[in-house]
C-alpha cells in the first residue's frame, strides 16, 4: 500500500466533497467511493487502517454531525467488506456497484444511529430520501472511478486475488 | 542493526482504532467542532475554489443570455460607471441622513463573512471571516438582507452558521403579529405549528425574525414567507404554517453577522 499517495487521495477527494459538490442536493459520496475500492482492492490490515481513516476524513467535513459516528461506521463496513471479500469476490462492475450501493446504505444508517443514540442529535426528517439517493448516485458513480482510483495507486485490479 | 518489527494483529488493529472512534464519539462537542473548522479554515481556498465552480456550474446560462465581447465590454463599462456613481452617492446619502442613526440600529456592528461551502443537505454554511470581535453563538446572520441562520460554531477566522431550515434549529419568528418558535424541516423550509385560525395567516405573508432570549436582535427582519398553511393534526382551530426562505442560500457569496451592542 503507497500510504504517501493514499494520504494524497483523500485529501482531494475531502475537498471536492466538501467544495463543489456540497452545493448539489443530490450527490455521489466520493469518501465511500474510496473505501468500497480500498476494502476491495487492500489486504485485509491495510483496508481496516484506510476504512477508519477514511471515516476520520468524513467526519471532518460531517458537520453538523459531531465526530466520531464516520470513524466508527466507516471502519466497521470497511472492515466487513474487506472480510466478505474473502469469501466473495467482488470484480464486476454491477457487483461493485451493489457493494457500494449496500455499504452506503449501512454506513448511512449506522451513522445516524450514533449520532441520534450516543449524541442525542436530532434527526432531519428527510435523512431517509437523502439516504437513498446518495446511495444511487454513489452506486452509479462508484465502478466508474475503480479504474483511475487504481492507476492513481498503481494497483492491478482485474488480478482475482484472496488473502 | 536489523530493524524489529513489531506484528499487530488483525483483530487489535480493528479493536484499538474501534476504541479510536470512541474515543472521538464521546469527546466534547466544542473540542472535536474545533478540529472541524480548523481543516476548513486551513483548506478555505481549495474548498472555495471548488464551491464557486459548482455555483457557475448551477446557474442556467442559454444562448441567448450570450453577448457579444464588444457589446459586454461596452455594458461592462456603464456598469462600472453605474457603481462608482452608486458609491458616491450612497457616500452622500450616509453624511446627509446618518444610515446607523436609527434608534434600533444603533452601535449595531456587522462581521462580513465569505462563504466557503454551503452544504444544502445539512442546512449549513462555513464562512470565513476577516476581522471582528465579540462574536458568540446564536448570533443572527444576514444574508442578502434577510436573515438566514444563526452562529452555531466558530473558531479563529472559521465559523459554520446553521441556517434557519436546519431541523435542529429553533428561532423565534413572528407571522401575521403572532410570535412563535420557527423549526427548520430541512428540505429548505421552516415550519411554525399550531397557529390559531383566528389569525388568518395566508400564503405570502412576510415572517419575521424576532428577538431570541439572548437578545442578538433588537428589530424584527425578514426571514421568510408563507408557502403553505395547513389544518393541524392537533385540533381542526390550529394551523401549521410553512416558511420558505427570501433567499437563495446556494448562491450566497458573502454573508453578514450582526453583533448588537458590540463592546467598546
Redesign the interface.
Known sequence: MRWFRFAVLILAATILQKGMLARFGFKPDLLLVLLVFFAVHCSTSDAIVSSFAIGLAADLIGSPIPMGPHTISFGVCGTVLAYLHRVVAIRKMPHQALAIFATALLAGTLTHLLAVLIRSEPLAPNVHTVLFWTSVCSSILGPLLFMPLAWCMNMKINRLRRR | MARKHTK?S?RM??TW??L???I????P?NL??K??LG??HV?RW??????D???TA?TNQTLEDVVPRREYDKLQNHCDNLEELLRAQREKFERLYGLYNTYKWEGVNYIVADV?????????L?VAYGKGTGMVKGQYVLGDNSIIGTI??FSAGTA?V?LFT???CRMPASVGGVERLMQG???NSAKILQLDKAHKVKIGDKVFASNNQAKFLDAPMIVGTVAQVKTSRESPLLVDVTVKPVCDF?KLENVAIIIMNPRK
Open positions: 499487530v488483525r488493529l480493528f482504532l474501534m479510536g472512534g470512541f472521538l464519539l464521546l469527546a462537542q472535536t467542532g478540529l472541524q481543516f476548513v483548506f481549495p474548498l472555495s475554489i471548488g464551491g465552480f459548482a455555483l448551477n466557503i461551502t454551503a452544504n444544502r443537505a445539512r442546512g449549513e462555513t452555531s460554531d459554520h446553521k436546519d431541523p435542529t424541516n430541512g428540505d446556494e
